[in-house]
């Protein structure tokens, strides 16, 4: 196992999986599951079965901030780092870690990021680009400033629980007039207090990805410009 070590200390970079799945045909998405596994451990050992750990399965019904209330405590205490002994040299050791990024379904994601979704006019949980202007855009949303960070989302809550608090918006038409433009939640976040911006570091898993039907396309427009003999090979 190759792990950030130094005498004395030991760094964990956490990888977290949240899946959306079924347990039977009439119930889509009803529950979720909670994996683990590190980053910066060798290839050889990240495939292995025992590298990736169950940390919970959130049946129907449940919250992701509520579910992940367990977890969330004990990330922001490794945060701070803990002391353990080492057996391998018979010494205590100190053991800090943090999360390098999320793999989540479109679902998940969202409440990860406290994000609408598609019925918001920002429709995208990464980028600040209105949902009509998407199709023309062609600048990279990091240069141009466009990227949805965490930083934001925070602020723009802040801004509309302090105007409902003071009655500067009073009607739930008004509420859901700044929701819907922005493309924010009011839903707290699952993952409060925890050094990350799940905007920045939440990905898609692959397999999604050919659900949605982004790689698909992509294989689609390869295979057509390929030619009779290229097709054969592949």
Aim: glycine share 6%; net charge neutral.
């Amino acid at each position: 196992m190759i792990l950030s070590y130094k005498i004395g200390q030991i760094f964990l970079l956490l990888e977290i999986f949240i899946d959306g799945f079924g347990i039977y045909n009439t119930s889509n998405r009803s529950t979720k599951g909670v994996y683990l596994s590190l980053s910066n451990i060798c290839r050889k050992n990240k495939d292995k079965r025992d590298s990736k750990w169950t940390i919970m399965l959130i049946p129907p019904g449940v919250a992701l901030y509520e579910a992940l209330a367990p977890l969330r405590r004990d990330i922001l205490e490794i945060e701070k780092g803990i002391d353990i002994h080492d057996c391998h040299i018979d010494s205590k050791v100190r053991v800090t870690g943090a999360i390098s990024f999320l793999i989540a379904d479109t679902m998940e994601a969202m409440e990860l990021c406290r994000h609408m979704g598609p019925s918001s006019n920002m429709n995208c949980r990464s980028c600040l680009i209105d949902s009509k202007d998407q199709a023309q855009w062609s600048e990279d949303i990091l240069t141009c400033n466009m990227t949805r960070r965490k930083s934001m989302t925070d602020t723009i809550i802040q801004q509309l629980n302090d105007e409902i608090k003071h009655k500067k918006i009073t009607s739930e038409s008004g509420i859901s007039k700044i929701r819907t433009k922005y493309g924010i939640s009011l839903t707290p976040d699952p993952l409060e207090g925890v050094t990350v911006d799940a905007h920045l570091q939440t990905f898609r898993e692959v397999e999604h990805l050919f659900d949605a039907g982004l790689i698909k396309v992509l294989i689609q427009t390869i295979v057509n410009n390929m030619s009779t003999n290229e097709k054969t090979t592949l």
